[in-house]
């Protein structure tokens, strides 16, 4: 059994079905790409697994424990942390201090154990942000506050980092460095579940994709499998009349 | 500790010019700068009665004083958490009512009273607290107006156990350790003290990791839930340490005026609590002291009258947020700096 099992999730919005029936499970070992056409309801399912929203059906099991339904700080303080699509930070206060507000609340959920990252310079420095510390992170450069947002996340001290759209808005040179930050996380001990349209990005980065269109899977397998297979290429394609 | 206690390190101002390289507030000399200047405001302030101020300066000090007590509790909310309110002065209205119907019903005096003061304001910062979980901004802005709105006519048609409009009388704090507080000089010292106690708590929760939860929630909620922040608790919390320190400033209102009625705890002592935070500045640590001495000082040292000194105060909330949207307080820290720097360069310029 994966870290994260989810049967049958649903969610619907009156009458608009987001979710309808997913079953999913993700490992929080390696990295897993999840795509899908806008619409596909792709942050809805993070929104739901997240706690943002409560489901309107089926079940989200962590690690043995059903958490849906819970609220978010409830469900990042199990490990399970997310990013947002929109680069969020905290941009009236430092650079540095939104880490440590992070690390501080991160820090814990340890348990005795030793922390990654032991300030926030050194998670900074990780993350490729060394030396803006004191900057006021609203005043940041785009690209850097995306790496803000995932450095805010790590130091949550996730097991499992759902990173939504963390590429969108990147030049291709920002979004290589970023893939080169998210590769290491697995071998640290830290899941992945990554969000993005970015095919270049997500073939590099994932070993195995899950498709989403109008809320439900249609495929989930390795990520050559998948882009081959048939129904995947008619909903990016187009299928024949 | 004191040396840690004693060094003013300030939160960041939105838009600071002073995130920059050689002003972190940890480094060396920086804190010998700052020291200095706590131990001179503190020697400056306890020196004031002994300068033969006159009586009429010193009741505004003890005015001041306690004001900005509440001040520093509204600050909390405002500054740091970024939750506004413009019905702060109910919390100090429970602060002192307690304090005065548990010495005309119970005989309770000042010393007993206090900690009941402080908890009961504190509790009902709680419970105002309560809506802010779901309507936030203008909105919840509206309720705490409503509240405020609310305990006025209770106080007023209380009957004898509120006092009704007339209101209530307090006697005189009993004497401790020899101490007459029915001298003004040592009530401004027993005002002194407090605010004291309460800068140096404010600056705790400031500079711990309790206050940037509480700036992390004011700058993103829904990234503070998502790192783990349980947002609902911390909102409640700094809701009743608000309360808290109002109900320490309405006890000793209560005790210095020696007779309250529900006018004191309406709508417009209400607003001028708010105006003094906005103008001072809720983010810094000197912020709202320095709103209380503008607000309580400027028609003494003006010659206003009081409808005058409204066309003033106001004409300063539209300078402050304006230009200074951190208040008087950031616009003098940004000038102090720059002066700061100038004379750093000047200083290099001229030893090379």
């Known amino acids: 059994m994966a870290a994260l099992e989810i049967n049958g999730l649903r969610k619907a919005f009156g009458g608009v079905i987001a979710l309808g029936g997913v079953d999913l499970s993700i490992p929080d070992d390696r990295i897993t790409g999840v795509v899908g056409p806008n619409g596909s309801g792709k942050t809805t399912l993070f929104n739901v697994i997240t706690g943002v929203y409560p489901p309107t059906g089926g ?45 501080e609340r991160g820090g814990r959920q340890l348990r005795g154990g030793e922390p990654r990252w032991h300030s926030p310079e050194e998670l900074l420095d990780f993350v490729g942000l060394g030396g803006r510390g004191n900057d006021d992170a609203g005043s940041m450069p785009f690209g850097n506050l995306r790496r803000l947002g995932v450095a805010v996340a790590l130091a949550a001290n996730p097991v499992l980092l759902l990173l939504d759209e963390p590429a969108a808005g990147l030049s291709d040179g920002e979004a290589s460095m970023l893939a080169d930050l998210i590769i290491k996380l697995p071998g640290m001990g830290i899941g992945v579940c990554l969000i993005d349209h970015h095919m270049t990005f997500m073939t590099a980065l994932c070993q195995r994709l899950i498709v989403l269109d109008f809320g439900t899977k249609i495929a989930d397998g390795t990520t050559q499998s998948v882009l081959t297979d048939p129904k995947v290429m008619e909903v990016y394609l187009g299928g024949e009349l | ?81 970024g939750i506004m309110s413009v019905g702060h002065a109910a919390m100090l209205g429970i602060g002192a009512y307690t304090a005065a119907m548990l010495s005309n019903h119970l005989g309770i005096g000042f010393w007993a009273a206090l900690p009941a003061s402080i908890v009961l304001a504190a509790i009902a910062g709680g419970l105002v607290g309560l809506p802010s979980l779901r309507v936030s901004g203008q909105h919840y802005i509206i309720i705490t107006f409503c509240f405020c709105a609310l305990l006025v006519i209770c106080l007023t048609n209380g009957g004898s156990f509120t006092g009704a409009a007339t209101g209530l009388d307090v006697g005189s704090i009993p004497r401790v350790l020899g101490i007459n507080f029915d001298k003004l000089f040592n009530y401004y010292y027993l005002v002194l003290g407090a605010l004291a106690i309460t800068l140096a708590t404010t600056y705790a929760i400031m500079n711990s990791s309790y206050g940037r939860t509480l700036r992390a929630i004011r700058e993103n909620e829904q990234l503070a839930r998502a790192i783990g922040i349980n947002v609902d608790m911390h909102k409640i919390g700094v809701f009743m340490a608000s309360g808290a320190f109002a109900g320490l400033a309405g006890i000793l209102q209560v005790y210095y005026l020696r007779h309250i009625s529900p006018t004191l705890y309406g709508a417009f002592p209400s607003l001028y609590l708010a105006l003094m935070v906005m103008l001072g500045g809720g983010r810094l640590l000197y912020g709202p002291l320095i709103g209380a001495i503008i607000v309580n000082f400027l028609p003494e040292v003006m010659d206003l009258n009081p409808v005058d000194s409204r066309i003033a105060y106001g004409v300063a909330l539209l300078i402050v947020i304006l230009l200074l949207p951190g208040g008087v307080s950031s616009g003098l820290l940004a000038i102090y700096r720059w002066v700061g720097g100038l004379l750093v360069r000047r200083g290099s310029k001229a030893g090379s």
């Open chain 1, 59 to 103: 079940s989200i099991t962590w690690h043995g424990e059903d958490i849906s339904g819970r609220a978010p700080h409830q469900i990042a303080r199990k490990g399970l942390v997310r990013t947002f699509q929109q680069a969020m930070s905290f941009p009236g206060l430092p650079v540095k201090e939104n880490v440590q507000i992070a690390l």
């Open chain 2, 1 to 81: 500790m004191t040396m840690e206690f004693l060094n003013l390190k300030m939160p960041m101002v939105r838009g600071g010019s002073h995130a920059k390289a050689g002003t972190d507030p940890h480094s060396p000399d920086r804190r010998i700068e700052q020291i200095v200047f706590a131990v001179a405001l503190i020697v400056l302030v306890a020196a004031l009665p002994s300068l033969n101020i006159g009586y009429r300066f010193l009741s505004i000090a003890i005015t001041t004083g306690y004001t900005a007590i509440a001040l520093y509790g509204l600050g909390l909310q405002f500054g740091q958490a």
